[in-house]
């Protein structure tokens, strides 16, 4: 070889750019889809779930926050667990997260194919495939013109969520100015309020903020990594958060707690409907595909790059997956492997129907992950850190107890079907730390 320095990925985001990818892969609209089923398993206190939730899942977002400052590599969690617990540990937390990442453009192309294939006419096949082939070339133009798009998606969605916000705000007060009482009533009913129904609901919620942790994916392309990856991804926390609680609230005194919907499943959609009629009902449906376009951008985005971390640590071939374009500093080899995973996956989720199992298992992937993450956090800042602050104690514990609160709660073919993977991922890891597989 002449010496030359192979290509790096281009160090070219800001806290902006970070902070709207995370955005954008949690979505400003996260809280529409669940809507009904929040409701129904808080009694009435969606609202207050959503918020709970919140508080929950920053506790692992300063665990990602804090562990991108001291590795501030593409490789995520699969370096963090790694470097921290131990490297089999950190293959089969990479491998669990990889499966999160490769599941979620899947699941985006699902719902898309499915939502124009009601409207169009055209087998919901084809709209997969050409949602996967957007989400690919979109990815392949350069890290730069993704953080473009995120800008312009999180721009197209929140003018549809603050649309709706003055139109539940119109509805509310078409009758006058309601009681402080009425207004609180989604956080707190008493006549509706069960201790149970608000753990069940609360878990549920949690789900809401999944997503987040890609923006540590992102490390070796932020400008400054150590300073900007925490304050991005709790930034997008607590910016969706936020949006999520108003959206709720304003949903639930549109349409109060205890009055049924025609279906869970687009409850949101009905309550958009009565506050501003059938064009924000029409609205309320193309935002939600533009987000789930905008989410499987993101988590192709994201898989890529655990990929090239992935293939820098020695877990995957280096040839192939930590190989970078030279012309747009991209690792397009994980951009193509992940597109045609993703038409693959998403041609047979649709063919079989197992998109509902697709979902847990995503959450599978992430919760494995984010328990990793937690418990790394915590030998790093507690155990070998000679201070051992509270502050280095408590939040890493904390979080790595609820996600473990929510991982026995997931579906049993879920556990099953991850289980599998992560055995999968396990006897690689072993294989090639053996040397069997040379690179």
């Known amino acids: 070889m002449s010496g030359e320095r192979e290509p790096r990925l281009a160090r070219v985001l800001g806290l902006r750019d970070l902070v709207l990818y995370g955005v954008i892969v949690i979505q400003p609209v996260a809280p529409l889809s669940p809507f009904g089923a929040l409701q129904a398993e808080t009694r009435g206190h969606a609202a207050t779930a959503v918020l709970i939730a919140m508080g929950a899942m920053l506790l692992t977002a300063v665990s990602y926050g804090r562990m991108a400052r001291a590795y501030p590599s593409a490789g995520s969690a699969f370096t963090y667990v790694g470097r921290e617990l131990h490297p089999v540990l950190g293959v089969v937390t990479g491998w669990s997260m990889l499966m999160d990442y490769l599941l979620n453009p899947m699941i985006c192309a699902v719902w898309c194919g499915q939502a124009l294939a009601g409207v169009t006419g055209l087998p919901a096949a084809a709209w997969i495939v050409a949602f996967v082939a957007a989400f690919t070339a979109a990815n392949l133009r350069g890290i730069e013109a993704s953080a473009r798009l995120n800008a312009w998606l999180a721009a197209a969605m929140g003018a549809v969520v603050a649309v709706f916000l003055a139109a539940a705000a119109r509805a509310v ?45 992102l490390a070796e392309e932020a400008r400054d990594p150590r300073r900007d990856i925490l304050r991005a991804t709790v930034l997008a926390c607590l910016l969706i958060g936020a949006l999520a609680t108003l959206e709720v609230w304003a949903a639930a005194l549109v349409w109060p707690g205890g009055e049924p919907f025609p279906q869970l499943e687009t409850a949101f959609a009905h309550v958009a409907r009565r506050a501003g009629g059938p064009a924000l009902y029409a609205a309320v449906l193309v935002t939600l595909t533009v ?31 930590a190989a970078v374009d030279a012309r747009r500093r991209i690792p397009r080899n994980n951009v193509l492997a992940v597109g045609a995973v993703a038409a693959v996956g998403g041609l047979a989720l649709q063919a079989t129907g197992g998109y509902e199992l697709g979902a847990h298992l995503l959450n599978f ?75």
């Open 291 to 321: 987000a789930n376009a905008g989410s499987g951008v993101g988590a192709q985005l994201g898989a890529a790059r655990l990929l090239y971390g992935m293939g820098e640590g020695g877990a995957l071939p280096a040839r192939f997956f």
């Open 365 to 439: 992937g992430a919760l494995v992950a984010f328990m990793g993450v937690n418990l790394a956090a915590f030998v790093r800042g507690f155990v070998r850190d000679r201070r051992r602050t509270l502050g280095n104690f408590l939040p890493p514990l904390a979080g790595f107890a609820v996600c473990a609160l929510l991982f026995v709660g997931l579906k049993p073919a879920a556990k099953i079907a991850g289980g599998l993977w992560l055995a999968a991922a396990l006897a690689v890891a072993v294989w090639r730390r053996r040397g069997r597989d040379p690179r």
């Open 173 to 217: 007060l078409a009758h006058g100015l309601p009681e402080a009482r009425a207004l609180g009533r989604p956080f707190y009913d008493p006549a509706r309020w069960q201790g149970g129904a608000m753990l069940t609901g609360t878990s549920l919620a949690v789900l809401t903020y999944i997503g987040f942790d890609g923006i540590s994916t």
